[in-house]
Every structure is written in structure tokens, then in C-alpha cells.
């Protein structure tokens, strides 16, 4: 069964020039876009998205980093998709991801780590409506 997961290309991976390396990774990867846009998070809307992580100590520069320019949330499909997409882009700290990953390829560091993965199928289809509405999931349906 196909299901689905949201990645954000953060603002370090716009700033860098690399949404379409990145993109092509995940698509190679199999992948299927759902959804894409690109999107410049406000305060409020950082906060809410990372509320989970609200008491803890990085919150406050996690929200800022958010915020510091654009970035690109997907929704993407592929059977075990969260599993799968947290496999593509490695551990969070680039230094520990296996040789491959996106973060690996990328990230400079554990804040700046490039994309965002979900990291539960409840947490995925919380945090895609975050971003897309349905009727914008089922416009852009491919099969």
C-alpha cells in the first residue's frame, strides 16, 4: 500500500541552488510528487508546524532558521513512504548519515540540515495538511 509523507526543503537547501538535485534524488528514489510549492514560513506558521519540540532549548533558533527564507514542502507517495524517505535523507546530523543520503551529499550541519522528513505516518498526514489542502492533494493527483 502507497502511502504518503511530507519532505521540506529547508531554507539552506534553497539558499544553496539545490531544490532540482534534490528533487531528482527523491523522484529517482520512486518517489511520486503530490504536491509541491514553495513557501516563505511565518513565525506562527514555524511555530505551529515544530509545536512538538515547543519546551525544548533549540525551538526558538529552529523557528528562526524556518523563517530565514523560502522553502519547498512535497508531499510525496511511495509504499512505506515514511520509512523510505527517512532512509533517503539520513540522520539528522549530517556527520552520522550514511554515505549516499541526501544529508550527506548536503547538510552542513544538525541545524542546517537541508530537508525535513515526517517521522510517523500520523505525524505525515498531520503536517501535509499543514501545508496542502485537499482539494490541492486531488488536483494534482498523478497516477
Known amino acids: 500500500m502507497n502511502n504518503r509523507t511530507l519532505a521540506i526543503l529547508k531554507p539552506d537547501c534553497v539558499r544553496k541552488n ?9 523522484s ?6 503530490k504536491a509541491m510549492k514553495m513557501t516563505r514560513l511565518t513565525k ?6 515544530y509545536e512538538i519540540h515547543k519546551e525544548r532549548p533549540f525551538f526558538v533558533d529552529l523557528v528562526a532558521y524556518m523563517t530565514s527564507g523560502p522553502c ?8 512505506n513512504a515514511v ?13 552520522k548519515a550514511e554515505e549516499g543520503t ?3 551529499l548536503f547538510a ?4 542546517q540540515n537541508i530537508v525535513h522528513g515526517s517521522d510517523s505516518d500520523e505525524n505525515a498526514a498531520i503536517e501535509i495538511s499543514h501545508f496542502f489542502s ?5 488536483e494534482n493527483y498523478i497516477k
Open 72 to 79: 519547498v514542502p512535497i508531499a510525496l507517495e511511495k509504499e
Open 18 to 26: 539545490l531544490i532540482g538535485e534534490v528533487v531528482k534524488i527523491i
Open 44 to 49: 506562527d506558521s514555524a511555530g505551529g508546524f
Open 102 to 104: 541526501i544529508r550527506k
Open 28 to 33: 529517482e528514489a520512486g518517489f511520486k510528487i
Open 134 to 138: 485537499r482539494k490541492e492533494l486531488l
Open 83 to 95: 520509512a523510505e524517505f527517512r532512509k533517503l535523507i539520513g540522520a539528522t546530523d549530517p556527520s
Open 108 to 111: 552542513e550541519s544538525i541545524e
